[in-house]
């Protein structure tokens, strides 16, 4: 009997192998699913860096497009073509000088209420 053993070995070793082979595969499938959420976290994490910089961005350049256009709006110029009728020369002066100022803008254009141009100026 005992060569018998020798020869082919008893269930328990194959049961606890068969164990042993499933846990390891467990435990490398458990640990290759902390590094995806791993990863995923740090994509996350940069997606919302880039998120709030673009935000933080963005809001910059609102308020200095506003503050642009508020400035244009309380200009002597504008004040004098618009309430006192004066000629347009000083506002397309000021237009000038403005798109010359700021190499993104193309154009500035002043529209009266009928929808017609009145005051144009293009960046060259």
């Not at 606890?16 to 499933?22: D, F, K």
């Not at 497009?65 to 508020?70: A, G, L, M, Q, R």
């Amino acid at each position: 009997m005992s060569t018998f053993n020798q020869k082919t070995p008893p269930l328990r070793y194959w049961l606890s192998s068969i164990v042993g082979l499933i846990a390891s595969a467990l435990i490398i499938l458990f640990f290759i699913e902390q590094l995806k959420n791993e990863q995923l976290q740090n994509i996350l994490n940069e997606i919302e860096f880039y998120n709030s910089s673009l935000n933080t961005h963005i809001k910059e350049f609102k308020k200095q497009e506003n503050d642009f256009v508020s400035m244009i709006c309380e200009s002597q110029e504008l004040h004098n073509f618009l309430i006192k009728k004066k000629d347009s020369s000083s506002i397309q002066q000021l237009f000038y000088n403005l798109i010359k100022s700021k190499r993104d803008i193309m154009q500035i254009r002043f529209i009266d209420l009928k929808g017609m141009e009145k005051i144009r100026v293009d960046q060259d």
